[in-house]
């Protein structure tokens, strides 16, 4: 074996690993990006409802969960609860700006509607019925 055969060993082997490494990457994007989905309807929710935006009880138990998952995965229960950490401070920012945002009046709530379900559709009827002759019983 060649000290250019053990390169290319290293290289195809360094690829591989990479290749790996590019896949889960992209899979905790994925996951990030669908954990905040939900965090954007608990930060609506929360608003709609006047709750504070963070939750410290939770907080301490979704710490203490991941820490002992970390331990068992073996990986740095420090590092998970920072990481955890670091997410979470970054959700209740979120929270925060859709709290502080007038487009979350109770009107306009996409979670549970506190109007009845039909007033903008019948709402929407009304104006076409005012500008469209055809939809007018006398026309
Ligand atoms: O569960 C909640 O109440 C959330 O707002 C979500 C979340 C989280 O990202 O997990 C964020 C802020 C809270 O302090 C606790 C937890």
Redesign the pocket.
């Known amino acids: 074996m060649t000290t250019r055969d053990i390169d290319e060993n290293v290289r195809a082997e360094l690829n591989r690993l990479r290749e790996s490494i590019d896949n889960i990457d992209a899979a905790v994007v994925h996951m990030l990006a669908e954990?905040f989905k939900?965090?954007q309807q608990?930060?609506h929710l929360?608003a709609q409802h006047h709750?504070p935006?963070?939750?410290?009880d939770?907080?301490s138990r979704?710490i203490e969960r991941l820490r002992q998952l970390a331990e068992s995965a073996k990986l740095d229960p420090a590092f998970a609860e920072k990481l955890?950490n670091f997410?979470?401070a970054e959700?209740?920012r979120h929270?925060e700006t859709i709290a502080a945002s007038p487009a979350d009046s109770p009107q306009t709530d996409r979670i549970a509607p506190k109007t009845a379900p039909n007033a903008a559709a019948s709402t929407a009827t009304n104006t076409a019925a005012s500008t469209d002759p055809k939809a007018s019983p006398d026309a």
Not at 53 to 56: L, S, V
Request: with cysteine; net charge positive; hydrophobic share 40%.
């Open positions: 954990r939900c965090t608990v930060g929360k709750l935006p963070a939750d410290p939770r907080e979704q955890l997410i979470i959700v209740i929270h």
